[in-house]
C-alpha cells in the first residue's frame, strides 16, 4: 500500500515511532493499535505539506494551509445551515467543498481572490481536487468510494467567479445634444 507507507514516514519523522502492519504503532516497549486518522491529527500539518511538495511543486504551501481552512469554512457553514451540532464531521463532497472555497475565497480576499489562488497555483476547480486527493494520500483527509478527482471538475471557472464580478463596466456617457441657433 503506497499511502501507508507515505504515512509510516511521516509518523517516523514526526513521532519518533515506528508504524508496522495495519496500524499498530510501537513506542519502545508499548505498542497499541490506532485509527490512522487519529494518529494523524497528531503531526504537524504543516510537515505533511512540506513533504507533499517535496513529490509535487505544482502548488505553494500556503494553498495546501489554505484548503485546510476552508474545509473548515464548508463544515461550519452546512453545521450553521442545519442549526445543530454535529456529533461527529460530515463527509463533504467535491461540489461542496468547491461551493464553501468559493464563498470563503471571496469573503478572505474579494477582488484579489483571483490574484490570490493563481499566485499559489490554483488556475481551476480542478487544483484543488488535485490537492485534495494529495492530502488523502498522506492521510490527512478521508474518502469515501464514491469520491474522485472527477468530482472536481469545473463546476465554475475562476474568470467567472472570482474575475468578472469584479472588473469595471463600461458605461457610455451620454453625448450632449445641441440644439441648432435660428438666430444671433
Known sequence: MEGF????YVAELTVGAR????????????????ILLIAMKEHDFTEVVSLILKEDKRYDAAAYVY?????????????????????RPRHVSGQE???????????????MTYTVLTSW????????GEMVFNLIEYGVFSK????????????YTF?????????????????PTYR?????
Open 5 to 8: 507507507r507515505r504515512w509510516e
Open 19 to 34: 508504524v508496522s502492519g495495519l496500524g499498530e504503532i510501537s513506542f519502545g516497549y508499548f505498542s497499541c493499535w490506532a
Open 67 to 87: 484548503l485546510r481552512k476552508a474545509l473548515d469554512y464548508t463544515i461550519d457553514q452546512e453545521r450553521k445551515k442545519q442549526g445543530k451540532v454535529l456529533k
Open 97 to 111: 467543498l468547491l461551493l464553501g472555497i468559493k464563498d470563503y475565497s471571496l469573503d478572505q480576499f474579494g477582488p
Open 121 to 128: 497555483g490554483i488556475k481551476a476547480c480542478e487544483d484543488f
Open 144 to 155: 469515501n468510494d464514491q469520491d474522485s478527482r472527477e468530482d472536481f471538475k469545473a463546476i
Open 159 to 175: 474568470e467567472e467567479v472570482f474575475k468578472k464580478p469584479f472588473e469595471p463596466t463600461r458605461k457610455r456617457l451620454k453625448r
Open 180 to 184: 441648432a441657433i435660428d438666430t444671433l
